[in-house]
Nanobody
Framework: QLQLVESGGGLVQPGGSLRLSCAASGITLDYYAIGWFRQAPGKEREGVVC????????TYADSVKGRFTISRDNAKNTVYLQMNSLKPEDTAVYYC?????????????????WGQGTQVTVSS
């Protein structure tokens, strides 16, 4: 059974950077598209960025374009989210999710396995 564990969240000042990790166990991620989602208090969960099986990245949240980068290291069975130039509006719980298909989708309903989430707080 696929299990995902996020790490790397925390408190950072505006303009700072964080790198989130999504480590998988139980099965190889080689055949899964992996997405990062986030949910801020009082808001719906939104798709942020996704990486397909062949490494193609798709950014769904316009607000993070040019600031967030997703990557995968299949040898480590881990996907990363590098977040730069962070803003207070990036504050949210960030989740990684796996989709047992090669291609990315933006809807959370298209992902079958989820991590527990990691809190990111951007504040001075």
């Amino acid at each position: 059974q696929l299990q995902l564990v996020e790490s790397g969240g925390g408190l950072v000042q505006p303009g700072g950077s964080l790198r989130l990790s999504c480590a998988a166990s139980g099965i190889t991620l080689d055949y899964y598209a992996i997405g990062w989602f986030r949910q801020a208090p009082g808001k719906e969960r939104e798709g942020v960025v996704c990486i397909s099986v062949n490494g193609a990245a798709t950014t769904y949240a316009d607000s993070v374009k040019g600031r967030f980068t997703i990557s995968r290291d299949n040898a480590k069975n881990t996907v990363y989210l590098q977040m730069n130039s962070l803003k207070p509006e990036d504050t949210a719980v960030y989740y990684c999710a796996a989709r047992s298909w090669a291609q990315c989708r933006s809807r959370s309903a298209d992902f079958g396995s989820w991590g527990q989430g990691t809190q990111v707080t951007v504040s001075s």
